[in-house]
């Protein structure tokens, strides 16, 4: 609990503190690279399609932070 009194004398200590112990152990995606998840979408006749597509990588965009379509949009490959 220590870790989150932070104040002007210990801001940078605690800030790599956080950053170098803490963060690594933070897991933020549900799937890793590797793995292999299933992508669903209607189809034109109405049902469900699916694909199974493997995990290369993540891509973070900087400024979409605040936008309503940042939780909406997702990037893949062409091939996909």
Request: glycine share 8%; net charge negative; charged share 25%.
């Amino acid at each position: 609990m220590l870790l989150f009194t932070t104040d002007d004398g210990n801001f940078e200590e605690r800030y790599r503190l956080f950053y170098s112990e803490l963060a690594p152990l933070v897991r933020l995606y549900s799937a890793q690279v590797g793995d292999t998840i299933t992508l669903e979408a209607p189809g034109r006749s109405g049902y469900t399609r699916s694909v199974n597509v493997k995990v290369y990588g993540m891509v973070e965009f900087k400024g979409l932070e605040r936008s309503d379509i940042a939780g909406m949009t997702s990037l893949m490959d062409l091939a996909t």
